[in-house]
């Protein structure tokens, strides 16, 4: 494990999650007013991605970086970490880096918008790098990692109540893929949701949800 120094938040994982879900929430809320659309399936992945991140901006004590390279990152944050380093997981960015007092990487988030059904092509590549990251040597640095994703169910047979069941059917299909994913390596899988919204236009039916399936490294899941 790396020097305790280094390992200051002094923000909580918690926390941080709530304030990604909270920005990403916010982002939604306003492509909704600012489009007109009844859900906000239609909005942009990376206007979400600009409301989670403006949202931890609100911790004076975290430091939280857009668009990081994949590979800059682990390397930086597991030293110790051998094999090959141009392979498909440790190609491209990060949508957000986030950072521990004392300069070493934290948490790596990936967001998908919208992530409406079990498709392989949407969360397969971001699962497979998110645990890749924060898998490591003992001395990688990378607490937890996190899929922030936003669904929405919608139809003229929708309510808000089969609506909200169906987020709910699709969060634990995810969950559980993610588990099998994970599960010979020492990481714990969660989920925290936020609140289930109904549509904008009360002449639609249906619900949205933004909820962050996180990745977190079993010697850290204790004390996070």
Known sequence: MAAKSQLKGPDGRAALLKHLIL??????????????????????????????????????????????????????????????????????????????????????????????????QKYE????????????TVGNTIQFTSFLFLTVKKGPKMDFLNAKQAIDALVFRLIAEAGRRSDKYPIKVTSLCGRTYKAKDDCESGAWRITSITFTRKPFAANA
């Open 23 to 120: 920005g990403a929430e916010k982002s939604c809320k306003t492509y909704l007013n600012l489009a007109g659309y009844a859900f906000p399936g239609y909005a942009p992945e990376s206007f979400i991605q600009a409301g989670a991140f403006q949202q931890l901006k609100g911790f004076s004590t975290t430091h939280a970086v857009l668009e990081e390279s994949v590979i800059s990152t682990i390397t930086f944050a597991d030293r110790g970490r051998k094999g090959p380093k141009k392979t498909p997981v440790r190609k491209g960015r990060y949508d957000i880096v986030v950072y521990w007092g004392g300069g070493k990487p934290r948490a790596a988030i990936e967001v998908k918008s919208p992530m409406n059904a079990m498709d392989k």
């Open 125 to 136: 590549k971001d699962f497979d790098r998110l645990i890749h990251t924060v898998r490591g």
